[in-house]
């Protein structure tokens, strides 16, 4: 479990860092899968032994930020067919 590997401050900046990131998150269906990635991509970042909040929102962006544009892609290829 994630509080058995990580200190309460630790838990509360990856907390911090996965809220920011998912404020780029368009809102619908997909947001909890979203989230869900984003979360894993900031708890490998502080299993590597980042835990600076400001990295952790920075992994947490760049992960929305991937998910948002792969999102954008598969969407228009719907819209083409």
Do not use: W
Not at 9 to 22: F, Q, Y
Not at 27 to 53: F, M, P, Q, V, W
Not at 55 to 67: C, H, I, K, P, S
């Amino acid at each position: 479990m994630i509080t058995d590997t990580f200190d309460r401050r630790t838990i509360a900046k990856m907390e911090v860092a996965l809220e920011r990131a998912c404020l780029l998150l368009p809102t619908g269906s997909d947001k909890h899968n979203a989230r869900r990635i984003i979360a894993s991509k900031i708890i490998e970042c502080a299993h590597r032994g980042d835990a600076a909040l400001s990295r952790l929102t920075e992994v947490g962006y760049a992960a929305a930020v991937q998910l948002n544009c792969f999102g954008q892609s598969v969407r228009k290829k719907e819209a083409a067919n």
